[in-house]
T-cell receptor
Framework: GENVEQHPSTLSVQEGDSAVIKCTYS??????FPWYKQELGKRPQLIID?????GEKKDQRIAVTLNKTAKHFSLHITETQPEDSAVYFC????????????FGRGTSLIVHP | EADIYQTPRYLVIGTGKKITLECSQT?????MYWYQQDPGMELHLIHY???????EKGDLSSESTVSRIRTEHFPLTLESARPSHTSQYLC????????????????FGPGTRLTVL
């Protein structure tokens, strides 16, 4: 099955700085890579995703990059704000007929005002 | 509005009690999942279902059971609750008649926070 490694586990930045979270995956057939944000006490929600036919996708201050050769994808947040503080999870899609995505262990991002 | 619902949101019970956590979705999704998550920690898959009358155990060993008699309903039952079951339980769903199988965005419910005394 898929193996997903997510780093770092915690990330502390000052407001206005950039934050980068990286995930590596093992299954070269994987083709869809979502990122979820979970605010304190809330449910995880999709914030951005990328498909394997593109290398980068942007949505305002967030972007995701994908390197299929190296089998890693990263979440980039620019001009961080306190409301970006949350736990972020990457996921890699199911493979081999399974419909079960594999989640990374999560990154706790703290943005200090 | 299409959504995924969980009840109760909070539950405090004594050891040995039988409980059922409810999950319903109006998303039209065929796949449903149960995760166990301690606050801010990783998501542990405990059960999943591909459709009606289909249920499987996930990666995390669990003493709970699930059923899927209706597409929109996926309840989780603990026959005898223990303090080690104290956690948050998240229900999720994905897929649907118009969704490609390789696009597997998951939609999560608000969670049930369970405390077993």
């Amino acid at each position: 099955g898929e193996n997903v490694e997510q780093h770092p586990s915690t990330l502390s930045v000052q407001e206005g700085d950039s934050a980068v979270i990286k995930c590596t995956y093992s299954d070269s057939a994987s083709n869809y890579f979502p990122w979820y944000k979970q605010e304190l006490g809330k449910r995880p929600q999709l914030i951005i995703d990328i498909r394997s036919n593109v290398g980068e996708k942007k949505d305002q201050r967030i972007a995701v990059t994908l390197n299929k050769t190296a089998k890693h994808f990263s979440l980039h947040i620019t001009e961080t704000q306190p409301e970006d503080s949350a736990v972020y999870f990457c996921a890699a899609p199911p493979s081999g007929g399974s419909y079960i995505p594999t989640f990374g262990r999560g990154t706790s991002l703290i943005v200090h005002p | 509005e299409a959504d995924i619902y969980q009840t109760p949101r909070y539950l405090v019970i004594g050891t040995g009690k039988k409980i059922t956590l409810e999950c319903s979705q109006t998303m039209g999704h065929d796949k449903m999942y149960w995760y166990q998550q301690d606050p801010g920690m990783e998501l542990h898959l405990i059960h999943y279902s591909y459709g009606v009358n289909s249920t499987e155990k996930g990666d995390l060993s669990s003493e709970s059971t699930v059923s899927r008699i209706r597409t929109e309903h996926f309840p989780l039952t603990l026959e005898s609750a223990r303090p080690s079951h104290t956690s948050q339980y998240l229900c999720a769903s994905s897929g649907g008649p118009l969704e490609r199988e390789d696009i597997n965005e998951q939609f999560f419910g608000p969670g049930t926070r369970l405390t077993v005394l």
